[in-house]
């Protein structure tokens, strides 16, 4: 790619607090040169929209140069953390990268930081800490902490930046997270970039405590100021270095108001016709930019003339080469869905972890012990794994699956959290992005629908967006038989699977629970662990170490048999094992019984193969029936084996309604031996 040379003031993209009082005037042309390269692109890709060469949506940042511009050039680049929202060119422009870079972005170009799978301004650049944005906003603000706080755990004091419009403070994202990095004491400035509106709703109509959004700062126990941003440019410099400053000094979150401007509306399509009488035109008085230049012009003249000319010449420039760029083609594209396969860590090759100790080669162990035995193990051999989750620390959690290892790992890695699970979440999330590797309980299974949009839109899609890698391991403690009712029986793998980018297992005995810990945790994707309340204390079986750990995602075969093909997972494994003593005593009918394990991807090769000998598949799981799991894998298992069936297949789970909560109901609602036997026998004629 041929990059053109930018103007040579636009090759610092730094301004050190110092140079304020030993230069203002070349620190001021600085900011000037960048606010103006920004606004001069933000036109021009709004021209370019109007043409129609430019697709999706246009958010321009004209007029919130005066906020972003100075904080860019302020942060630390080589250390800090930051995610930009749909106002920041100028910010992605100083952060990293070429023009042109960016311009492919809204070109959707073959070379885009997204590959174009993304458009407009929701790219970042994560190599480098910028975190790509979704649309949804408040939900990358906890990100933001989290890849923070994983920079200072590696000893960099990096100072994190989250931006919130106006709009968005009213997201419940922005509370949780700016609760939890005031609990956590996470470095992280948090930025409102108030420009009044949120696309056409006037702040009054999102916060009934007046226009001083900055005051919520006392609600978390953090500093708040205020800044104009369409004041004083050299005035806003200075705040915003104190702040930062005591920011990465003191270790504590901090909010700033920014009063700044939006001057083409809300987005290209925007008509406007909201704005009151005469408040556009004072928009456009108020903005920061040719009031800086009014002001540099009385010592440089013409030449900001000719600065602005070069400016414009270099857009150009960039333009050209943009255009030129081939699209982007399909291919790939399904390939990147999730990071590729990382390496094995190199475990200690026993249950425990000091290798001094020799243990006995199997323990029995009960389901919960396992998980306890493994969490301890990544906790102790892997100085990156860190674990998080409601009650978990001294309590134990609500399970008691990390009894003790707060009192051997601390604080620091084994970590309660507030009832915040989007922002917990989100915060695990920019640990990950940043190199750690949590692993997050949530109490129970049917609270992780608090983080759908943390787990489904942002970790999932992260890696076909943007390339990076997000090991994530959330555990979930999941259905149904202990009569806890609707909002603590959920089974919820179909809810969160029919969204790409997340892997799945669901282990049903001990053995398999330590196993799909290590292949969980070890995975550069996140990872749902769907774990059985039910089973947690079921029994004891076996546990010893496997070498062959990984082996868990692909599905197991319990028993052999030729009448037909029989797929489950969970707690269903054990319902089906009796229920195959019954047919093989009463009927002399065998089944080649399956644990599925790995519910994504699905590795489904041994099953087909199984099918196309017996003939007949009977699926069964404890979720509803309808648009249930086991659909996907009747279709999945036959579609090519249609013709070669002797028998419809036989799909079984539980009725289409709430968990109920009397014992009594629960059982008419879930799959039983009897109710599996009878539909069995029904379905054999
Ligand atoms: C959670 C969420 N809800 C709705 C939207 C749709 N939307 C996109 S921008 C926008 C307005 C945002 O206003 P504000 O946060 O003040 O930022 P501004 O656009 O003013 O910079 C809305 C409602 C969204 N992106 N995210
Ligand atoms: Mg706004």
Request: aromatic share 8%; glycine share 8%; proline share 6%.
């Amino acid at each position: 790619m041929f990059y053109p040379e930018p103007p040579a003031i636009l090759n610092g993209r730094n301004l050190r607090p110092a140079d304020l009082d030993t230069d203002l005037p070349g620190a001021l042309l600085r900011t000037y040169a960048w606010m103006q390269a920004a606004r001069t692109a933000d036109n021009r890709i709004l021209d370019l929209f109007r043409q129609g060469l430019i697709r999706g949506t246009v958010t321009g940042g004209q007029g919130n140069e005066g906020l972003i511009v100075p904080l860019a050039l302020l942060a630390d680049k080589a250390i800090d953390v930051i995610c930009f929202t749909h106002r920041d060119l100028g910010g992605h422009l100083i952060w990293s990268g070429h023009l042109v870079d960016h311009l492919n972005q809204y070109f959707a170009n073959a070379a885009s930081p997204t590959k174009a799978r993304e458009g407009n301004i929701h790219h970042g650049d994560p190599q480098n800490r910028s975190i790509p944005m979704i649309s949804h906003l408040g939900i990358m603000v906890s990100n933001v902490g989290g890849a923070t706080d994983s920079q200072r755990r590696l000893g960099r004091p990096a100072v994190g930046f989250a931006f919130i419009g106006d709009g968005s403070s009213s997201t419940g994202d922005v509370h949780e997270s700016m609760n939890l990095a005031s609990l956590l004491g996470l470095p992280v400035l948090f930025v409102i970039e108030n420009n009044r509106y949120a696309y056409s709703t006037p702040v009054s109509e999102q916060y009934a405590a007046g226009t001083e959004l900055w005051q919520r700062a006392a609600g978390y126990g953090i500093e708040g100021l205020v800044l104009d941003c369409t004041a004083d440019v050299a005035v806003n410099l200075r705040t915003l270095a104190s702040a930062i400053d005591r920011v990465r000094q003191t270790g504590r979150p901090m909010l700033v108001e920014a009063r700044t401007l939006r001057l083409r509306g809300h987005a290209a399509y925007d008509t406007c016709d909201y704005l009151k009488p005469g408040e556009a035109d004072a928009f456009f008085a108020a903005d920061p930019l040719p009031k800086l230049r009014a002001r540099l012009a009385i010592a440089q003249g013409a030449k900001l003339d000719a600065l602005d000319a070069e400016i414009a010449r270099f857009v150009e420039d960039c333009l050209t080469v943009a255009l030129a760029q081939p699209r982007p083609t399909p291919e790939g594209m399904a390939g990147d869905l999730f990071a590729p396969d990382a390496p094995t860590r190199p475990w200690v090759p026993s249950l425990d972890s000091d290798p001094g100790t020799t243990s006995s080669p199997s323990e029995s162990l009960t389901m919960a012990q396992a998980l306890n035995r493994a969490l301890h193990k990544v906790l102790a051999e892997r100085p990156e794994s860190l674990v998080l989750g409601q009650d978990i620390a001294t309590y134990g959690g609500a399970f008691k699956v990390t009894e003790n290892l707060f009192k051997e790992f601390g604080r620091s890695r084994v970590m309660n959290m507030p009832l915040a699970e989007s922002a917990s979440t989100g915060y695990a999330i920019g640990l990950a992005l940043n190199g750690h590797r949590p692993i997050e309980e949530f109490q129970f299974a049917d609270f992780s629908t608090e983080a759908v949009t943390q787990i489904t839109l942002n970790a999932a899609t992260a890696h076909f967006r943007s390339g990076a890698r997000l090991p994530l391991v959330l555990r979930l403690p999941c259905g149904g038989g202990l009569t806890f009712g609707s909002f603590h029986s959920e089974e919820l793998e179909s809810l969160f699977l029919s969204m790409p980018g997340l892997k799945a297992l669901y282990p049903s005995n001990s053995q398999d629970a330590f196993n799909a810990l290590l292949a969980a945790f070890e995975d550069d994707n996140p990872v749902l662990l769907f774990e059985h309340k039910g089973l947690y204390r079921r029994g004891k079986s076996p546990v010893a170490w496997d070498p062959n750990y990984r082996d868990v995602w692909n599905p197991k075969r319990l028993r052999s048999g030729d009448y037909a093909t029989f797929v489950t997972y969970g707690e269903m494994v054990y319902l089906a094992g009796e229920v195959c003593d019954y047919f093989s005593g009463e009927y002399e009918r065998t089944f080649d019984l399956w644990d599925l394990r790995g519910l994504s991807p699905l590795r489904l090769n041994a099953i087909k193969d199984s099918l196309a000998r017996t003939h007949r598949l009977i699926v069964l799981h404890e979720g509803r029936r309808t648009h249930g799991f086991g659909a996907e894998l009747v279709a999945s298992l036959t579609e090519e084996l249609f013709f070669s069936l002797e028998a419809a297949p036989l799909r079984l789970g539980a009725l289409d309604l709430p968990v109920p909560f009397a014992p009594e109901l629960e059982a008419a609602f879930r799959p039983t031996k009897e109710k599996v036997i009878e539909a069995i026998v029904r379905w054999m004629g």
